[in-house]
């Protein structure tokens, strides 16, 4: 709820469990404008269900060793799930390259898991991809 309601990226792409503090408009009491569940946010609360259920990041392994959240930009996380690694970036604005940190050393798939873009592909241990987003990149790295 820290960022207009629609954070939900900062929370599944970590592993964390969604939740939503979203006020039903037609509920008696008293109601935050700012939290009320219109068809715009519901449609965007269901995408993001969909998004968590598929992934179940919450059973993978958090790999917190891999990048330093005070030191490291953009702000970057790892889970390893199964053979995959899901890789999580945070910033305002970022353009230019990240690192994909934790892989074997083989050939991966990058897909932007949450867009449905393909990203091409790379090679572990630690690979490189430019990127452009805004806000977060969510990507899932498959062996191939």
Same mark, same amino acid.
């Given at each position: 709820? &820290?960022? $207009?309601?629609?954070?939900?990226? &900062? ?8 939740? &939503?503090?979203? !006020?039903?408009? $037609? ?27 598929? #992934? ?6 958090? %790999?917190?060793?891999? @990048? ?12 390893? #799930?199964?053979?995959?690694? @899901?890789?999580?970036? @945070? ?7 990240? /690192? ?6 083989? !050939?991966?798939?990058?897909?932007? @898991? ?24 969510? %990507? /899932?790295?498959?062996? /191939?």
């Amino acid at each position: 709820m &820290s960022d $207009g309601g629609d954070d939900f990226a &900062s929370t599944v792409g970590v592993g964390g469990v969604i939740g &939503s503090n979203f !006020g039903w408009p $037609g509920a008696p009491g008293k109601k935050d404008p700012k939290l009320l569940l219109t068809p715009e946010r519901e449609k965007a609360w269901a995408a993001w269900v969909k998004v968590y259920k598929e #992934k179940r990041l919450t059973e993978g392994a958090y %790999l917190g060793g891999l @990048y330093d959240i005070g030191f490291d930009r953009p702000e970057a996380h790892a889970i390893r #799930k199964d053979e995959r690694v @899901y890789y999580a970036f @945070y910033a305002p604005r970022w353009t230019g390259a990240i /690192e994909l940190r934790g892989l074997q050393p083989v !050939g991966y798939r990058v897909r932007d @898991y949450v867009a449905g873009r393909d990203l091409g592909l790379v090679k572990g241990p630690v690979a490189t991809l430019p990127v452009d987003f805004r806000k977060h990149l969510l %990507l /899932e790295a498959r062996p /191939e």
